[in-house]
């Protein structure tokens, strides 16, 4: 999609040759491109202006320079529960709904084996744990696309998506059961996901002959404290409760749009003082401001894809640390 925006930022045009194509991130945000993506800012306000604008304050991540952009329209696709203190005017009935949406905290752990022996010895490719740490644990999905090649064999390299979820179950409703959860994952430290990482995987794969120190090349925990979007508790709540929020959360205000996507944390009213750089946007100059977040989507073989139960692409002009330490992991 970026590169249809801005044809530059990468060579090719086909799926298969974006996979491995590099990108040049200097060419994302240039004054002569119709399409202008600027990455490492934080929106500070958003308000309408007198003649029909759309104002947006943004502050640079990287050394605090502050920037004023003004548009036909905006659209706020980011953490709700900052909309209220970005966005001027709101009701108190849609700034109660965007709060209302207070984000479930999880554990997305990648694991790099040196090879997946134990899994075809135990047949299997994803394990459901019910009373371990890690209640899913699956071979990364088998993807050869382009140049880039899964592992066929067993003794190659392969990938270990690992999934927690804290879990506070004496809280008092759904909500304050999210937020509980979040002061339990903040307490945890490295070395407590690393313990439970090589825990769980020798207690399922063992069997089949695993060995943690062995086997285990490179350990990743992202650590997201505010995960996906809450979901409506049909047990404690109407069922269209959820919904109905969701509209009012969502209502457009003014030029503005607000939306239930990505991340961005709240900053104070403080935040509007003198921008040193002003951007006027006019409508054959679209900007799009993001923090981007990826986030993956629903796996859905191809018929043609080959299948097969482990996915990783050799690196073998990086180093591969073999400790959670050594890997700068978050």
Request: proline fraction near 8%.
């Amino acid at each position: 999609m970026v590169r249809a925006l801005i044809p530059a930022v990468a060579p090719g045009s086909t799926m298969e040759d974006i996979v491995l194509a590099p990108f040049d991130y200097a060419l994302l945000d240039t004054p002569a491109s119709s399409v202008r993506l600027r990455i490492g800012c934080t929106v500070a306000w958003a308000r309408d202006t007198a003649d029909g604008e759309v104002d947006v304050g943004l502050v640079h991540n990287a050394d605090g320079r502050r920037v004023r952009v003004r548009a036909k329209h905006s659209t706020l696709a980011c953490f709700n529960m900052s909309i209220p203190y970005l966005l001027d005017g709101l009701s108190p009935e849609q700034s109660t709904a965007l709060a209302g949406n207070v984000k479930a905290p999880l554990i997305y752990t990648n694991v790099a084996l040196r090879q997946w022996r134990p899994w075809v010895a135990l047949g299997v490719h994803e394990i459901f744990g019910v009373d371990t740490f890690h209640s899913r644990v699956k071979l990364d999905y088998p993807v050869a696309l382009g140049g880039y090649r899964c592992a066929v064999d067993p003794s190659e390299p392969v990938l270990v998506h690992m999934v927690h979820v804290p879990l506070v179950p004496a809280a008092s409703d759904p909500r304050a059961a999210l937020r509980a959860a979040r002061k339990t994952l903040f307490g945890l430290k490295i070395e407590d996901y690393e313990r439970h990482i090589r825990e769980d995987l020798t207690r399922m794969l063992g069997p089949g002959g695993f060995d943690a120190e062995r086997d285990i090349a490179a350990i990743t925990v992202n650590r997201w404290s505010h995960g996906y979007s809450y979901g409506p508790n049909t047990l404690m709540e109407p069922e269209n409760v959820g919904q109905r929020s969701m509209e009012r959360a969502r209502a457009p205000l003014g030029l503005a749009l607000t939306r239930f996507r990505g991340h961005l944390p709240s900053l104070s009213r403080h935040d509007e003082g003198v921008y040193e750089e002003v951007v006027h946007v006019g409508p054959s100059a679209p900007v799009v401001y993001s923090r981007v977040q990826g986030r993956g989507g629903p796996y859905r073989p191809d018929p043609g894809e080959v299948q097969r139960p482990g996915c990783a692409r050799a690196r073998p002009d990086r180093h591969v640390p073999t400790r959670l330490g050594e890997a700068g992991s978050h």
